[in-house]
């Protein structure tokens, strides 16, 4: 019974990986295609990489998504901390369930709903579209989910351990960034990096809070792709995927190096 179930289990494991992945690998596999028809073999080549940085429409899209995913993130990150801060540390205040609702809305928010009531507001305020805009509903939408993260991370935060500093005489802003924030900072890289990926991703959102000059790459590939995909498609997408995979892989192994660290200063701190 227990075998009966393994494999069963085994088998559900490995389709579900590859309903998820197959697509992207056979993305990745044909982005390196010597022939201009996607679904084709026709040997291997980096021709389409070559074609693609001389597309301009292709690279200002990118520019204009990295330099959006960039600030948003950051921006994101930092309201996100303070907000989860804020419903952690003070958990009676008059408004609280109000601003929780509204730091939490954009997770279970349409995407739909979000970027038309954005739209609405941009044009109620006189607010041009353009990369200031995008750049600001990527704020809005992220920021939710990085204070989930964070607020995760400091529901298990030994508080201890402020006291004893604020104890010892330092004030609570030399606390925060010497003992809470090095605590934290593996969640708040997380945030980041969840950030800067959502913003990436974004289609919804950007189509309708963008303008002239602000055209974001997931909006320049569906508008091409509708037209029928071509390898340059396959070889943008491919680059983001590398991109997003190092980024991942990078923010893994300096929370993993900071983890092992903190372990040892604490058990250094006990000894002595």
Known sequence: MNSTWSRFNITSIVLGFAFLYLPIVLLVIFSFNESKLVTVWAGFSTKWYVSLF????????????????????????????????????????????????????????????????????????????????????????????????????LLTFDRSLEEAAMDLGAPPVKTFFQITLPVILPAIISGWMLAFTLSLDDLVIASFTSGPGATTLPMKIYSQVRLGVTPEI???????????????????????????????????????
């Open 54 to 153: 001389s597309n301009r429409g292709l690279i200002d899209a990118a520019w204009v998504t990295i330099r959006v995913g960039l600030i948003s993130a950051t921006v994101a990150t930092v309201l996100g901390t303070f907000a989860a801060l804020t419903l952690t540390r003070y958990t009676r205040f008059r408004g609280r369930v109000l601003f929780s609702g509204m730091v939490f809305a954009p997770l279970v928010m349409p995407e739909v709903i979000t970027g038309l009531s954005l739209l609405l507001l941009f044009v109620a305020v006189g607010l041009d579209r353009g990369f200031v805009t995008v750049t600001l509903a990527h704020i809005t939408f992220s920021m939710c989910f990085v204070a989930v993260v964070v607020q995760s991370r």
């Open 234 to 272: 396959n070889a943008a997408c491919t680059i983001l995927i590398g991109i997003v995979a190092v980024g991942v892989i990078a923010a893994s192994v300096v929370n993993k190096r900071r983890e092992v660290q903190r372990l040892r200063d604490e058990q250094a701190a006990l000894r002595n």
